[in-house]
């Protein structure tokens, strides 16, 4: 195969890349929560009923933000369920996902394993079929210090702290037609608007998310992220958007080709927010939240679930593959092309559905190959983003044309170490690298991380858990101001170089 190149220059950077581009999304769907983060009597449970061996899987994932409760959960979601002595809780039919929710597990024990896992909540609030008194409330009870009902029931619940949580979306994917209390753009931009300032008169400090388009194949964007930008555009701080990537047909090159699709969509979303921006002609710079990412193929088969009103049945737990690795790793590179302007990114959802960490009830814990893909990510892109140009050669696919065989993004840490982030998509080849290195001297090759297989759907199991795990045995190496590399195909791969003192 032809050489791919690569050239980097030390003056040419995107962004300081914002730490909460390392997130996660947890959802009272399927096995997520029960069976997966917490579930009481586990051979590994803590007095709280939180699994040690998934705490175990999370923790070096260093997720900075959690997104509670959904998703699609949100739309009936009564925050006031998940408080208070659980006997009391009530049990409610859960209709988007058709099961039945004990509420056992609620807003409090979540706050509590966040702190267990190093990271802070992003609280979703419903504004599909409550309104802006019960966002209000929710603000109360959790942020606010004492000396109200709302504060002070939080405090007789065992919490004299309020958990002050600074980052809150204004629902979820209120433009669906699967969503219960769809709104037209207008009309969600507005109450949407109302929520906000209301909320933010109890506390001043927290910021929030516009909930956006949930898809970029819906017909919907971003006509109606413009419609709703344009009613809340001075009264919100980030627009929320969505995507999952699918290989339903079974087409990997294709597949592979779909994060081209991710990066337009973020820079479509970053248009429409400063379109509204000039038409409103306002100062004020409204950012990116991709809070729901990730690939999933069930969702494409638009079958109904056969296990229908169950507690906590095992719901869309797709197989994860090499493959699935490569293009999660996409996703993440876009978000770093991206990260002047995309400031919170979840990949979606942290434990069993649509997920790559998956328990047995009463049983073990693993990892899928995407799993890790975000954690090499979330340990070498932290710092800068920096503008990279690639030449590479390329194909055709069932749906794209001029497809680059390579993918890559780049990060500069604060110690001066550089991070390249490279893709192979050939399913076939070799790709030999070739990285010009303009004005970074005195560097060495640290490491070269390899995550590959032999085959695209090669994935790990309980009990072959290390079938797919990254290797640091790749050959790049630095000759003069050039760094060059051999990439294996199909692989993720991870050159940290290092700064000689």
Sequence with gaps: MDKAKIILDKDFIISKVDEKVFSSFVEPLGRCIYGGIYEPGHVTADQNGFRQDVLELTK???????????????????????????ELRPRRAEVAWQCIETNEFGLNEFADWSKLNGSDVMMTVNLATR???????CVEYCNF????????????????????????????????VWQVG??????????????????????????????????????????????ALEESYEFVDYLSIHQYIGNA????????????????????AIATCDYIKAKNRSNKKVNISFDEFNTWHSIAEEKRFSNKWQVAPPLLEDTYTMEDALVLGGMLMAV??????????????LVNCISHIRTRNGGGA??????????????????????INVNSPKYDSTDFTDVPYLDAAATLADNGDISIFAI????????????????????????????????AKDTNTEECPNNVVPQNNGNAQIDGNKLVAALPKLSWNVIHLEKMK
């Excluded at 309104?131 to 409330?137: I, N, Q, S």
């Excluded at 770093?336 to 959802?349: F, G, M, T, W, Y």
Aim: glycine share 8%; proline share 5%; hydrophobic share 30%.
């Design 249 to 268: 047909k079974d087409d990997s090159p294709n597949y592979l080709a779909k994060t081209l699709i991710t990066d337009n969509y973020l820079k479509t």
């Design 336 to 349: 770093l092309k991206n990260a002047d302007r995309v400031k919170i990114a979840c990949v979606s959802e």
């Design 424 to 455: 192979n998509r050939s399913m076939e080849e070799v790709l030999p690298l070739e990285t010009e290195l303009r004005g970074f001297e005195n560097y060495i090759v640290k490491e070269h991380i390899v995550l590959k297989s032999e085959g």
């Design 366 to 387: 693993w990892v899928l190959p995407p799993y890790y893909t975000f954690l090499l990510f979330s340990k070498y892109a932290r710092g800068t983003s920096l503008m």
């Design 131 to 137: 309104g802006v008194l019960e966002a209000m409330d």
């Design 145 to 176: 210090q004492e000396g109200t009902t709302l504060s002070d029931l939080r405090i007789s619940h065992g919490y004299k702290k309020p958990h002050g949580y600074r980052y809150w979306c204004l629902t979820n994917e209120i433009d669906g």
């Design 60 to 86: 070096p994932l260093n997720i900075t933000l959690n997104r509670f409760p959904g998703g699609n959960f949100t739309s009936t979601y009564r925050w006031e369920d998940g408080i208070g002595p659980k």
């Design 182 to 227: 769809q709104k037209t753009g207008t009309d969600y931009g507005r109450i949407a608007r109302e929520a906000s300032k209301a909320m933010k008169l109890l506390d001043e400090n927290i910021k929030t998310v516009l909930a956006g388009s949930s898809s970029p194949s819906q017909n919907s964007f971003p006509s109606f992220d413009a419609a």
